[in-house]
């Protein structure tokens, strides 16, 4: 079990390398750092790269997000961002389209569903399930009948339709409240449901993130792996970096620091401050890496 670096002193210095406090943890550390041209390192977007804030089309990546992944994208075999947003939407939340530096990067959007490859700056996805539609056409009339209107507001995702409660009067309540019901709903239309923080999201089953990142580390031999996100729905992609030391692959789960989920900081090899710390973490490794 992972705990937090030391809060008032995270740091020895402003470019120090963050150390995990697991046996796992500093062997991927060490891996990634032998031979980083065989390491992926795969990143979840809103929460880890991005602060999380009331609208998600306001969310944009930290300041200094896309030069830190720059710094470090050449010295990998790739980086890797693992979101359940459309990939398109996360590369322009991103800014990381055209960026010098950013040719190793793919975005693997709709939990993998979608790809964006920074080589050819398009986006390559299956059609759309059919449920996603009939479940989007649903819910108001739905939310409305259950009493739950007030506050909460649906999200369009293309591929998936997210109902968000962070406005509501009692988020957590509403949350809460509302799970078992669209999870009813979802199954009706074929889809399940995926639990955020203060959001829940319905979209076809068969894909998440730990298949996403199982599959690109396959696809690119990868020889170690770091990931870092921040919610629920970034469980899975623990669970693969599990599975992939569990084969002989080391790996770092890195926890982006929330006080609203602590499932992943109960099971990360290192905690770091937000997306800041994140931002840290990838400035580190580049610097380290030389």
Request: net charge negative.
């Amino acid at each position: 079990m992972g705990s937090h670096t030391d809060s008032t002193d995270p740091y020895d210095t402003d470019d120090s390398l963050p150390a995990p406090v697991t046996p796992a943890g500093r062997d991927g550390l060490a891996a990634i750092l032998a031979r980083p041209e065989r390491a992926v390192i795969a990143l979840d977007f809103d929460g880890t790269l991005a602060p999380i804030v009331a609208d998600p089309e306001q969310a944009r990546a930290h300041p200094e997000a896309v030069p830190a992944l720059a710094a470090l994208a050449p010295k990998v075999a790739a980086v890797a961002v693992v979101t359940g947003r459309p990939a398109g939407v996360a590369v322009r939340h991103g800014g990381f389209a055209g960026v010098a530096g950013l040719e190793h990067l793919v975005v693997l959007g709709h939990y993998g569903a979608e790809r964006w490859d920074a080589v050819t700056g398009t986006v390559n996805a299956p059609a759309p399930h059919p449920g996603v539609a009939a479940a989007r056409a649903e819910l108001p009339g739905f939310l409305d009948r259950i009493g739950a209107w007030q506050g909460t507001w649906i999200e369009e995702k293309g591929r998936a339709v997210a109902v968000h409660t962070r406005r509501a009067s009692d988020p957590q309540a509403a949350f809460e409240a509302l799970r078992a019901p669209l999870t009813d709903l979802a199954g009706r239309h074929g889809l399940i449901v995926e639990p955020g923080r203060m959001v829940l999201e319905l979209r076809p089953p068969g894909m998440d993130k730990g298949v996403a990142l199982s599959e690109y580390a396959r696809e690119i031999s990868a020889e170690s792996v770091l990931y870092a996100g921040d919610d629920l729905g970034d469980l899975p992609a623990f669970g693969a970096v599990d599975k992939l030391r569990s084969d002989g692959t080391p790996g770092l789960l890195v926890c982006s620091g929330s006080d609203e989920v602590t499932e992943l900081r109960e099971r990360a090899d290192l905690v770091v401050d937000g997306p800041a710390g994140v931002v840290h973490l990838l400035r580190a490794l580049a610097d380290r890496i030389g």
